[in-house]
């Protein structure tokens, strides 16, 4: 039977990325990202509102885009698949965590549009390290195939 393990998400991003390096040298990033859930209340009529917080990695090419594009506040349109991961510290104590490993990023608005407030008419696609313009009504479509990511073994403890 066929399996799929596909995450879409837009959203905006919670915390200057982390960077690291692992022993062959390849470049990891991690960042979390806000995606904000909106709906009114049958009972109350009132707005309500949830956040959810997801923590993408990204690898690679697409880790040092990230490095160097990649703000606090900044939106994303982020693809890529559920990963869990769970390690034991120092003190025995079991962790999981769960994550989202990006194959694609797409840039929503301008560089300085989180601090604005605002998004530019324009998006910035990055894929494994290259980057296209690309119309401001595009759809998850006019994104393309998305390229699979070298599988990466990562100790969360590194």
Do not use: C
Request: avoid cysteine; charged fraction near 25%; aromatic fraction near 6%.
């Amino acid at each position: 039977m066929a399996s799929l393990n596909k995450v879409f998400l837009i959203g905006n991003v919670g915390q200057e990325p982390e960077i690291r390096v692992t022993p062959s040298g390849a470049q990891v990033a991690r960042f979390s990202m806000a995606t904000n859930e909106r709906w009114t209340s049958r009972a109350s009529g009132e707005q309500q509102e949830h956040t959810e917080w997801h923590n993408v990695v990204a690898f690679g090419r697409l880790a040092e885009q990230v490095k160097e594009y990649v703000s606090k506040g900044r939106q994303l349109f982020v693809e890529g698949r559920i990963r869990t991961n769970s390690w034991t510290d120092v003190n025995g104590v079991k962790h999981t965590r769960t994550e989202i490993h990006a194959n694609q990023i797409v840039f929503l608005g301008s560089r300085g549009a989180a601090a604005e407030g605002g998004a530019s008419r324009t998006a910035r696609q990055v894929e494994k390290g290259g980057d296209i313009d690309i119309d401001e009504d595009f759809t998850v479509g006019d994104l393309g195939p998305a390229v699979e990511m070298d599988d990466l073994s990562l100790n969360p403890n590194d």
